[in-house]
Nanobody, 115 residues
Framework: QVQVVESGGGLVQAGGSLRLSCAASGSISRIDVMGWYRQAPGKQRDLVARITSGGTTAHAESVKGRFTISRDNAKNTVSLQMNSLKPEDTAVYFC?????????WGQGTQVTVSS
């Protein structure tokens, strides 16, 4: 079994920064991809950023230049540095880890950006 736990959400003013962290633990031989999705009230869950074990990253267009994903393979952790936050970034952020053949999800952490 694999556990995924996020931390670092909170309330911040527009223009501010937050750093989300996520750690995967348990029966892990290798994690292929780790990343973050977010879901705002009444909306679908959308990909924010993802990173492969080799360090290849992808960021949603809406966060490019503001958010940066990074990863520590040795510790099975992934982080999301969020700068220049906007009210539309308000959502629950979910971390995931692809440990084949399954994808494991965290419980989510709330990010609220006030205007």
């Amino acid at each position: 079994q694999v556990q995924v736990v996020e931390s670092g959400g909170g309330l911040v003013q527009a223009g501010g920064s937050l750093r989300l962290s996520c750690a995967a633990s348990g029966s892990i031989s290798r994690i292929d991809v780790m990343g973050w999705y977010r879901q705002a009230p009444g909306k679908q869950r959308d990909l924010v950023a993802r990173i492969t074990s080799g360090g290849t990253t992808a960021h949603a267009e809406s966060v490019k230049g503001r958010f940066t994903i990074s990863r520590d393979n040795a510790k099975n952790t992934v982080s999301l540095q969020m700068n220049s936050l906007k009210p539309e970034d308000t959502a629950v952020y979910f971390c995931y880890a692809d440990v084949r053949p399954q994808t494991y999800w965290g419980q989510g952490t709330q990010v609220t950006v006030s205007s």
